[in-house]
């Protein structure tokens, strides 16, 4: 039975989640279990996006299909749930997860680089691949509530932040609209990106209007 759970993952076939997916994870590592929530009191979600049926892709190649997974942005580790449990990944122990949005939009992480902002391996969002891929890392930090009324005991809230990045040949570079951070990140084409970016006048902060600067960054 192990054999062939294992030769349908392998050929990318799924199959129903079971005790003999729950096993093949065992045998990988399951993760850390979770067992309680260690946000009580905290308002708003440490989740990037509510669970959703995802696929994790673990070190050694493998394939597991048919999960409810979320991304905790506080932790920056991808929980899924299994047979009753809950379980955490960091990206020490998975290469990559994808999972279509609300929107149906394909997302895919991956662990892949080191982020240089905190200078170890974190899970971000790919964008746009080529020469030039595109990274976007969401996530959230814990903060005093600024609703709380004066002289009530202090509260805490999960906030949204968030970092672009670029990556060329195994390097991440934090992506600003400053000249100097261009040519680190772009090198022998920083003269292309800058022209492009003050005649489409580039608004660093939307997504689609980056997504075109790094398209145009690959084309050949």
């Keep these: 039975m192990m054999k062939k759970i294992f030769f349908f993952i392998l050929l990318g076939v799924s199959p129903i989640v079971s005790n003999g997916q729950l096993a093949i994870l065992r045998d990988n590592g399951t993760g ?22 995802g696929v994790l892709y673990l070190n050694n190649g ?3 299909e048919g999960l409810n997974i979320a991304l905790n942005a506080y932790s920056n580790n991808l929980e899924y749930k299994l047979d009753g449990g809950q379980f955490s990944y960091g990206p020490d122990k998975l290469s990559k997860f994808t999972y279509t949005s609300s929107s149906g939009e394909l997302i895919e992480f991956t662990s892949e680089y080191e982020v240089p902002t905190v200078k170890k391996k974190r899970f971000v969002q790919v964008l746009e691949k080529g020469k030039y891929s595109l990274l976007f890392h969401p996530y959230k ?10 002289g009530a005991q ?6 949204d932040e968030q970092d672009i990045f670029v990556a ?5 570079y934090l992506l600003k609209n400053k000249e ?3 040519k680190e990140a772009f090198g022998a084409d920083a003269e292309k990106a800058i022209a492009f970016i ?6 660093f902060k939307e997504m689609n209007e980056l997504k075109a600067l790094i398209q145009e960054m690959n084309k050949k």
């Design 32 to 53: 850390m279990p979770i067992t309680a929530n260690p946000y009580i009191g905290v308002k708003g979600s440490a989740y990037l996006e509510d669970f959703k049926k």
């Design 154 to 159: 202090a509260a805490k809230v999960f906030q």
């Design 168 to 172: 060329v040949d195994g390097k991440v």
């Design 198 to 203: 003050k005649s489409q006048k580039v608004n």
């Design 62 to 64: 493998l394939k597991v």
């Design 141 to 150: 930090v814990m903060t005093d509530d600024p609703s709380a009324t004066y």
């Design 180 to 182: 100097k951070v261009l």
